[in-house]
C-alpha cells in the first residue's frame, strides 16, 4: 500500500448472465478489501455492443473508488474479482460476464505492460462516458470535462435505467 489515498474511476459492464448482479458482487469485492471503498457508483445504464456488434447489449456503470492501493494492486484486486465472477476472456470486444476497466487513477498517466491510465480509448466510448458523467460530471481527462467529452461521441442506443445509484449494495439470491 502506498499509504495515500487517491481517487479511482472504474468502468463496469457485462452482457452475459446476469451482469447487474455480477457487476454488484464486484464492487462488494472491491469494497471489502481494505484498502479501497466504493465512494460513488452511476445508475445503470443499458448499452448497444460496441466494436463486435453481433451480440447482446450490455449493462455497463461506472463507480469512483478511494484506494490506498498502488496502481498494480488495483489492477490485481480488479482482475481477481473479474476471476472470482468467474469471467473467460476468449474474444477482444465479445460477450462477457463481468469487465472492470481503470479509467483514471488521480492524476497519475501510467503505461505499463498490461496497465494504460488513463484508459486509452475511454474517451472515445459513449458506454464508458455517459456513466462516468454521472457520478463524476466535472472529472477533466485530456484536458477537457467528462461531460464534455460525451457531447462529441454517438449517444444512440444508451439508456439510463431507473436503478438508482445504490443498486450494487443489494446481495443477489
Known sequence: M????NTVYLSLGGNLGDPAASMGAALRILDADQGTDVVAV?????????????????????AGLST??????LLDLCLDAER???????E?????????????????????????VPHPRMLERAFVLAPL?????TLVVGGRS????????????????PSGQ???????A
Open 146 to 161: 467528462v461531460t464534455g467529452r460525451l457531447g462529441d461521441v454517438d449517444i444512440s442506443g444508451i439508456e439510463r435505467l
Open 68 to 73: 490506498t492501493l498502488s496502481p498494480r494492486a
Open 42 to 62: 452511476s445508475s445503470l445504464y443499458r448499452t448497444p455492443p460496441w466494436g463486435k456488434l453481433d451480440q447482446p447489449d450490455f449493462l455497463n456503470a461506472a
Open 2 to 5: 502506498s499509504g495515500r489515498s
Open 92 to 116: 477482444r470486444w465479445g460477450p462477457r460476464l463481468i469487465d472492470i476497466d481503470i479509467l483514471v487513477f488521480g492524476e497519475r498517466v501510467i503505461h505499463e505492460t498490461g496497465l494504460e
Open 166 to 172: 445504490q443498486w450494487w449494495l443489494a446481495q443477489s
Open 133 to 137: 458523467a454521472e457520478i463524476a460530471p
Open 84 to 90: 472470482r465472477l468467474k469471467r473467460v476472456r476468449e
